[in-house]
C-alpha cells in the first residue's frame, strides 16, 4: 500500500528534470573494469575525502536523478580536523553533494575506480534558497578565478 501527501508549507516539491540524461556507463564496466565510483572532493583544510560508491548503485542513483544526480553528507565535511570539527562547524545542515559528471577520471592508482568531482549544495528547504552552498570548495575557487 503506498501513500501520498501534498507537500506541507516547509516541504519543496521536487519534479523530474527532463533535461537531465544519464550518460550510459557501460563503456567504464567493459573496457576498464570498473567497479566502484569515487566522488572525491578536497576540503577546506586540503584534504583529499571521497565517498566510494559501486557502479551499479551510481548507475542507479543516475537513473533516478531529478537533474541534481548526488549524495547527502553532513554539513560538518568541510570543517573536519583530525576527529575533531572546527568551530563554527556542526553535523546538523546536510549538504548535497551534487556529481558534476563532466570531470570523471579513471583512477590509475586504484584499479577497478573512477573518480569524479562535485559541488556542495543546499537542500533548498525553501525555493527561495540558493543551490550555491558558501563554503562549497569548488565554488570558492571559482569565485576566485572569475
Excluded at 39 to 56: K, P
Aim: net charge neutral; with cysteine; proline share 7%.
Amino acid at each position: 500500500m503506498t501513500t501520498t501527501h501534498e507537500p506541507t508549507t516547509y516541504e519543496v516539491k521536487y519534479s523530474v528534470d527532463k533535461t537531465f540524461v544519464a550518460p550510459d556507463l557501460s563503456h567504464l564496466k567493459e573496457c576498464h573494469n570498473i567497479r566502484y565510483i569515487r566522488l572525491t572532493w578536497l576540503d577546506l583544510h586540503n584534504v583529499t575525502r571521497c565517498r566510494v560508491l559501486s557502479l551499479s548503485y551510481f548507475e542507479k542513483l543516475l537513473e533516478t536523478a531529478t537533474g541534481r544526480p548526488g549524495v547527502t553528507v553532513a554539513g560538518c565535511v568541510l570543517g573536519l580536523v583530525g576527529l575533531s570539527m572546527a568551530k563554527g562547524f556542526s553535523p546538523a545542515g546536510p549538504r548535497r553533494f551534487v556529481a558534476d559528471l563532466t570531470s570523471m577520471r579513471l583512477c590509475p592508482y586504484a584499479p577497478g575506480h573512477a573518480m569524479l568531482f562535485g559541488w556542495f549544495q543546499n537542500f533548498q528547504v525553501d525555493p527561495e534558497e540558493p543551490l550555491e552552498y558558501d563554503l562549497c570548495p569548488r565554488t570558492l575557487l571559482a569565485r576566485q578565478l572569475s
